[in-house]
C-alpha cells in the first residue's frame, strides 16, 4: 500500500510508493559512465585558460594562476549571475525586475582529474570545505547579496558539464524561493514548540535509529522521513547552528569524515551514481538564529520528475528511507 508522508520542515508531502518498490540494487544499471577524455581547463598547466583565481590553497613558494595549487577558487567562465553593476530594482506595470547581480564561482577541488569527492583523502575534503568557509566569509561583505548558495554536480546526469571535480557557488540578490519555504517552515516550528525543527529531528532520528547510516561526534548523517528521491541522504552538526560560515575547524574535520564516508558508501552501494548535493545555510542578512540549522542536502540521480511531480508539487519515492539507510548503512 502506498503511504504519504509529510515533511516535518516545508510541510511537503512526499509518496512512497510501495506498489512500485524499488530495492538498492535495481538502480545499478541505470546510468552509464562515459569519460569524454579531452581537454581540461581544469587541471595543471591550464591555469591560464581560466578566469584568474579568486584564492587558491597552495604552496607559498608558488604564484597565483601556476601549477602547485591543491584547491582553486576562480569565477565561472558563464556566469548565471555577474558581480559588477547596481540591482535597479523596478517595476513595469505588475511585473517586478532587477539587474542580474551576484556572483558565480568554481571551487576546483583537486589537481586531480579522475577522482571523486568519495575517493579523496579526509584532508583534502576538509580544505575543500575550508575553503568554501574562505569564500562565503568574503562574499558575505557585500551588501548586494542576501543569500549563498553552495553545490556540487557530480556526474552529467547531475548537471555537470566538466567531469574534473569541482562545486559550485552563486551568490543570489534574493533568498531563493525553496530556501525561503523550508526556513519559514522551520520558523513556524519554533514559534509553535519553541524549538529547532532540525533538532527535534535529530533527537528523533538518533532515538529511532532505522533512518540513520553514519555519525561521528559533531554530525549525523540519515535518510530523512519524507525523502524526495530514493537514497536521498542529509547531513547535520548535531549541535544548533544556523550558519555554516561558523564551522570551527576541528567541525570541519569532522565533516570531511561524514561527508567522504557517505558518498563513499552511495558510490559503493549504487555503482556511482550522479548526485547533486547541496548546502543550506541561514540567509546572510538573517540576525536570530534559532531555528535555522545549517545541512547537505545529497541527492543521487536515480528517477527522473515528470509530469505528476510538477504538476502536483508531489515527489514519488519508490524506495522506502528505512530501506535504504540499512543498505547505505551495511555498505563497508
Known amino acids: 500500500m502506498p503511504e504519504l508522508r509529510k515533511d516535518p520542515v516545508s510541510n511537503r508531502w512526499v509518496i512512497i510508493s510501495t506498489d512500485r518498490s524499488k530495492r538498492p540494487t535495481d538502480f545499478i544499471d541505470t546510468f552509464k559512465h562515459e569519460k569524454k577524455g579531452g581537454f581540461c581547463p581544469f587541471c595543471y598547466g591550464s591555469e591560464d585558460k581560466t578566469p584568474g583565481e579568486i584564492i587558491a590553497i597552495r604552496p607559498a613558494h608558488t604564484g597565483p594562476n601556476t601549477p602547485g595549487w591543491q584547491v582553486r577558487v576562480v569565477p565561472n567562465k558563464f556566469p548565471v549571475l555577474r558581480v559588477e553593476g547596481d540591482l535597479n530594482r523596478r517595476g513595469d506595470g505588475m511585473y517586478d525586475m532587477m539587474e542580474g547581480v551576484g556572483a558565480h564561482e568554481i571551487i576546483i577541488e583537486t589537481p586531480e582529474h579522475h577522482k571523486s569527492m568519495a575517493d579523496f ?13 574562505m569564500r562565503s566569509q568574503d562574499l558575505k561583505n557585500d551588501s548586494r547579496f542576501e543569500y549563498l548558495l553552495i553545490f556540487r554536480n557530480y556526474g552529467e546526469a547531475a548537471g555537470a558539464t566538466l567531469e574534473h571535480p569541482h562545486s559550485q557557488l552563486i551568490a543570489t540578490p534574493i533568498i531563493p524561493k525553496r530556501v525561503l519555504e523550508e526556513y519559514t517552515g522551520a520558523e513556524q516550528h519554533y ?62 574535520y569532522d565533516m570531511a569524515k561524514i561527508l567522504k564516508d557517505t558518498l563513499l558508501k552511495i558510490k559503493i552501494a549504487l555503482n556511482d551514481p550522479p548526485y547533486n548535493y547541496i548546502i543550506h545555510t541561514a540567509p546572510l542578512r538573517e540576525k536570530d538564529g534559532h531555528f535555522s540549522h545549517w545541512h547537505i542536502e545529497i541527492i543521487p540521480k536515480l528517477t527522473k520528475v515528470a509530469g505528476f ?23 563497508e
Not at 128 to 133: C, L, N
Open 191 to 252: 514559534k509553535y514548540k519553541e524549538r529547532c525543527v532540525f533538532c527535534d529531528m535529530i533527537k528523533q532520528e538518533m532515538k529511532d535509529g532505522t533512518r540513520v547510516i553514519l555519525e561521528n561526534k559533531s554530525f549525523i548523517a540519515f535518510a530523512p522521513f519524507a525523502p524526495r528521491f530514493p537514497f536521498e541522504t542529509w547531513i547535520l552538526p548535531k549541535i544548533h547552528n544556523s550558519d555554516f560560515m561558523t564551522i570551527s575547524e576541528e567541525q570541519s
Open 121 to 133: 583523502s579526509f584532508e583534502q575534503v576538509q580544505k575543500v570545505i575550508w575553503t568554501y568557509k
Open 309 to 331: 511531480e510538477w504538476g502536483s508539487g508531489f515527489y514519488i519515492n519508490p524506495t522506502p528511507p528505512e530501506e535504504a539507510a540499512k543498505y547505505l548503512k551495511e555498505v
